[in-house]
């Protein structure tokens, strides 16, 4: 984490940085903002000196900010934070910060106070708060063979070691708006339908598109008295023309307005089938929805270990898990694409051979 200052105004998408005022940024985003704006004067510094790390101790009567950038992901699996915190001191007050994009995952929490607070965050307003709890960089760039699952991980950088596993999972509140997109649609909660995410924003974690299509139609074949409903959003051109061939299923892609727009159709799901995405750790919330979820580049345990709906399937790669948090397709990094010409590595290895076969006998076997 890094303490920063810039000499002139600086606008992103979402936010604005004004000209010597200090914020406190993750080293990815200060990164992000030097890349964006080559002729500008930073100032910055470590956050070393001035961090309060928390490490355990009596929370009641203190107050307590968390800081997570960015992704649905990450804020679901930060969110077992606060609400272990508040399990164990009710009378502590914790604040999250967060970027504008993923603020809704927090409507409703009642373990944070206030809903959660958009970046970024002024260096001065750390002074406000007895203990910081800093995850940027923790999880994301871990690539170890023999790193802990992220809940461990997370919980252990803030000194708390015997957390019951059933804190080791998301928490999100759904709340009666939730519903909205999923009624426009024509849905209801009574209709069985089976759910695939067709590909996470990180292409390295997509089952192929070819797979995919394959798995829809033998979940029509399989499965008569249910809908196969496709979610996603921004699609890889590849999973689009995959998603125009799957006529037999009903395709939402794109047609969901926020993340929180799909709670209804992960919470009422028969059954889903995903990456190692952010659909996952949602659904991580809805116990009685199974998952069947798909593995390349990370162990199951690093992500699922404690999500007791979940039943991965991992596929055969002398490489897998490699563990690679980039997001550039498996041409840009795979070692077998050093050995082969690219247009033969065009996914994951690992993931790509996960019959679709494999894939359908699981749901049924899981299938409410």
């Not at 992103?12 to 010597?20: A, K, Q």
């Not at 047609?255 to 799909?262: C, E």
């Not at 593995?295 to 055969?316: I, S």
Request: hydrophobic residues 35%.
């Amino acid at each position: 984490m890094r303490v920063v200052c810039s000499n002139r105004l600086l606008k992103t998408p979402d936010t604005y940085f004004h000209p010597y005022v200090r914020y406190i940024v993750s080293d990815y985003e200060l990164d992000e903002l030097i890349n964006q704006s080559p002729s500008t004067q930073f100032k910055w510094s470590s956050l070393n000196s001035y961090e309060r790390r928390y490490g355990g101790q009596d929370l009641n009567g203190k107050r307590v900010v968390v800081y997570r950038h960015n992704a649905c992901g990450d804020q679901l699996i930060a969110s077992a934070v606060p609400r272990y915190l508040k399990t164990l001191y009710p009378d502590v007050t914790v604040h999250m910060y967060c970027h504008q994009g993923v603020l809704p995952l927090w409507l409703g929490n009642e373990f944070v106070d206030g809903c959660a607070i958009p970046l970024p965050m002024h260096f001065d307003i750390i002074n406000a708060y007895d203990y910081h709890i800093f995850f940027e960089g923790m999880l994301e760039s871990n690539s170890e063979p023999d790193q802990n699952n992220c809940y461990d991980d997370m919980f252990g950088f803030i000194g708390l070691w015997n957390v019951p596993d059933k804190f080791k999972r998301p928490y999100v509140k759904p709340c009666p708006d939730d519903y909205t997109c999923f009624n426009e649609l024509g849905f209801k909660p009574t209709d069985k339908f089976i759910l695939i995410h067709l590909c996470p924003n990180n292409l390295n974690r997509a089952y192929p598109p070819g797979g995919t299509e394959e798995v829809v139609r033998q979940l029509v074949d399989e499965f008569p008295d249910h809908d196969v409903v496709l979610v996603g959003t921004n699609l890889n051109p590849e999973f689009k023309e995959m998603e125009k061939h799957a006529l037999d299923a009903i395709s939402i892609v794109d047609q969901t307005k926020s993340f929180r727009d799909l709670i209804p159709f992960v919470e009422n799901a028969s059954a889903i089938i995903c990456p190692d995405s952010s659909i996952m750790h949602l659904a991580a919330c809805f116990p009685d929805t199974p998952v069947v979820s798909l593995w390349g580049l990370f162990d199951p345990n690093d992500r699922m270990k404690y999500y007791p709906n979940n039943t991965p399937l991992r596929g055969t790669c002398p490489h897998s898990p490699c563990r690679d948090h980039n997001f550039h397709l498996p041409t840009e990094q795979c070692k077998d694409a050093w050995k082969v010409p690219k247009d033969q590595v065009k996914w994951c290895h690992a993931l790509a051979s996960i019959s679709p076969e494999t894939i359908v006998s699981k749901v049924k076997e899981v299938i409410r």
